[in-house]
């Protein structure tokens, strides 16, 4: 398929490979704590990115490889597009608020250091603490001004959901520095996904991204009235899958018709909160193979108005998206492809 | 003339099929009548230390006539503790057949003490049999039994298994693990010997979820289906259809479209790496789905274009496994006539009002 404009793709992986470049960045404490206590990045993030699940070609035994200058980036990646970088280093298991914090801050300043001033056509994500909401605020104070940085970085595996009262400071910094509120897949994997406890399998554990726990952002952020008192802040779910959006709305609109009184702040019907505020990245698809039931997805919901084109490089995910986007004609196809990412992004 | 008229429906009834048929009935046994049908070191046990759980309406209070329809109170007890005005709100109002009851005080029974927890279900099922079920033959029993506690819950599916119109066991949504859990199976193995599917009911007690707590009864409403959508991943994955392949399991009270989102999301994550790790699963997690889940239809979606719920139906291939079910006495109840879209066949419709559930529980005539 060929496109007019050049491709946004929205999530692009990049980390340092190793911790021993973040150090630098950080306090000297820091390094003693690593160095101490033994503490490296794990090269599957702490099992989410498992040997051979996600890499292409998938030969049993590599590891997921992530690309750690923009030489390896555009090797891998091509030279042709826009990319909005998401190091998820940072997504920690520890229960240390502090460290967490340092790191985050350690990722921002290799990030900005070695790709966003390094070539132009790189954006990143400024990675966000989880357990501290008044360090997650200094550090959008710190370098949400930078004009490299478009969106703030928070995973959806977390302690308290993204709507709840705590956030909201983050949510008004965030919207003042002109920053898009990015949920990406996992996070704190050492709390479990489910309700009743943790998976048994990682195909259980990766469906809860899309199937849980990012709708339980999607309904919190619009239940405590998010987008009523930070009415410029926008949200992109990032590798959370999409499919599943007009389900949940069809639930979320009726009930809202039921109980509104509980949450007087939500004046308008959920959806039009979501429509109006949230996008969606296009990897992982999760789409139907039936080629007559994926023919009504479009009817189902606006993707020309509310899908990004991701890659989600190097990891691979499922048969992708390219046969929804050829149900698309010219003009959908281009905005799911650069279109609505631009105007997201602002790029 | 009110006489007349319930002879000439019972004259009626005894010559037509089944024409309605409802799939979620809460009967509620009042605190009261429970404890004076424990036995005296369990009556003392409550009364000095009182339960170890707290009740889903203590976590997520709900701001609409405390959850409830607004006609529903009788003049003594809770709503749904009333027979007679059961009959009078819902059998005898819309005409059923037959109503499936769902006491929901045993969702918060497992996580009691063992010994505890078998005699508190003990108490509920002896009193389904006694107050409900023998009183009127229109009404169909679920056995509760201590879930947290395969070893007793197998007991007491046994105790239970084969008294006349009991036809499910009942279990919370929510456990402590994932049903999948082999721990469970003893308990899943034992309601399928005696030909009893199993009914997941929405609640239970829930762990920290992967987002955290939500603060509104809003969000958890509106998440059920996500809490159900991840027990069934947790049993298919775990390939206890393949160790118990005549397993049947109900979905209550947590919609149904979602499960199509749900299937696509499966399949695609199986094809892309899942067959190297699910071992047990000899074909795409979606055909298990469509052979061994039922779902009942309160609260149903309501998309604003009915004919989307159609699709969402076909899309999923069960229409023959949804049935339907009012949720009385809860305040989103939904009536026999006003509930399933317009956009579904007069054909499909008679299947989820009566012909599904009458397969599902192999209802007599």
């Known amino acids: ?347 | 003339m009110a006489d007349v008229q319930v002879t000439e429906r019972e004259l009626s009834r005894a010559e037509r099929t089944i024409r309605l048929v409802d799939g979620d009935v809460h009967s509620t046994l009042m605190p009261a009548s429970l404890h004076a049908r424990l036995p005296r070191r369990w009556q003392r046990h409550l009364e000095q230390l009182g339960p170890r759980v707290a009740g889903a309406y203590a976590m997520f209070p709900r701001m609409r006539n405390g959850g409830f329809r607004i006609d529903a109170r009788p003049e003594k007890g809770f709503p749904g503790s009333d027979l007679g005005l059961v009959q009078a709100q819902l059998l005898d109002e819309y005409d059923m057949d037959y109503a499936v009851l769902t006491p929901m005080q045993p969702q918060n029974f497992g996580g009691e003490a063992p010994e505890l927890a078998a005699e508190l279900c003990r108490a509920t099922n002896d009193w389904t049999r006694e107050e409900w079920v023998e009183q009127d033959a229109r009404l169909l029993g679920s056995i509760c039994p201590p879930h947290e506690h395969p070893d007793l819950a197998v007991k007491e599916i046994e105790r239970i298994a084969g008294t006349e119109r009991f036809v499910q066991v009942l279990l919370p949504a929510t456990l402590e693990q994932g049903l999948g859990n082999r721990r469970y199976w003893p308990m899943l193995r034992a309601a399928t010997e005696a030909g009893l599917p199993i009914a997941l009911h929405t609640g239970g007690n829930e762990m920290h979820r992967g987002a955290g707590w939500p603060s509104y009864y809003l969000e958890m409403h509106v998440w059920n289906g996500n809490t159900m959508a991840m027990q069934l991943l947790s049993m298919i994955c775990s390939g206890v259809f393949e160790e118990i392949p005549d397993l049947q399991v109900v979905s209550i009270e947590c919609g149904i479209a979602w499960a199509a989102s749900l299937s696509w999301a499966m399949d695609d994550a199986w094809r892309t790496f899942g067959e190297v790790e699910t071992t047990r699963l000899r074909r795409p997690p979606s055909e298990y789905l469509r052979e061994h889940f039922w779902f009942t239809t309160q609260p149903i979606e309501e998309p604003d274009e009915p004919e989307h719920l159609a699709f969402a139906f076909d899309a999923l291939g069960m229409t023959d496994r949804i049935l339907f079910s009012t949720d009385y006495p809860h305040w989103d109840f939904d009536a026999p006539g006003q509930t399933l879209p317009r956009s579904l066949s007069k054909e499909v419709k008679q299947k989820i009002l009566a012909g599904n559930a009458t397969r599902l529980y192999g209802l007599p005539r």
């Not at chain 1, 911790?19 to 990045?41: G, K, R």
């Not at chain 1, 499922?318 to 046969?323: K, Y």
Request: aromatic fraction near 10%.
């Open chain 1, 1 to 347: 398929m060929t496109v007019a404009t050049r491709v946004v793709d929205v999530d692009v992986h990049v980390g340092p490979g190793s911790i021993q470049p973040l150090l630098e960045y950080m306090e000297p404490y820091w390094a003693d704590y690593v160095a101490n206590a033994e503490l490296f990045l794990s090269p599957t993030m702490n099992g989410l990115y498992p040997p051979a699940a996600f890499v292409p070609g998938g030969e049993e035994g590599t590891i997921t490889s992530v690309p750690t200058t923009p030489e390896e980036l555009r090797e891998g990646l091509g030279d042709d597009r826009v990319a909005v970088l998401n190091c998820i280093v940072p997504f920690d298991t520890s229960h240390n608020p502090y460290y967490e914090a340092a790191l985050c801050s350690g990722v921002n300043d290799w990030l900005r250091a070695h790709f966003l001033e390094r070539d132009e056509r790189l954006r990143g994500s400024l990675a966000l603490p989880t357990l501290d909401p008044d360090a997650a605020v200094q550090e959008i104070e710190r370098l949400g001004s930078h004009p490299g940085f478009v969106q703030v970085l928070l995973p959806i595996r977390t302690e308290v959901p993204y709507g709840n009262k705590r956030w909201h400071r983050v949510h008004d910094a965030a919207a003042q520095h002109g920053l898009v509120l990015g949920l990406h897949a996992w996070g704190r994997v050492a709390n479990a996904p489910t309700a009743s406890g943790f998976t048994h399998s990682y195909l259980e554990d990766y469906a809860s991204n899309s199937q849980i726990v990012a709708q339980a952002h999607v309904t919190s952020l619009v239940s405590e009235g998010v987008f009523e008192r930070t009415p410029d802040l926008k949200v992109a779910l990032l590798e959370c899958g999409f499919a599943w959006l007009p389900f949940l709305l069809w639930r979320f609109d009726k009930d809202w018709k039921g109980v509104w009184r509980e949450v007087p702040w939500v004046k308008e019907r959920p959806s039009a909160y979501v429509l109006r505020s949230f996008r969606f990245s296009t990897a992982p698809a999760q789409l139907p193979a039936d080629p007559a039931v994926l023919a009504r997805i479009p009817d189902l919901m606006p993707v020309t108005e509310l899908l990004m084109y991701a890659s989600d490089h190097p990891h691979r995910h499922g048969a992708g998206v390219d046969a929804l986007l050829d149900l698309l004609d010219q003009d959908g196809r281009e905005a799911v492809l650069s279109g609505n990412a631009a105007s997201l992004y602002g790029l």
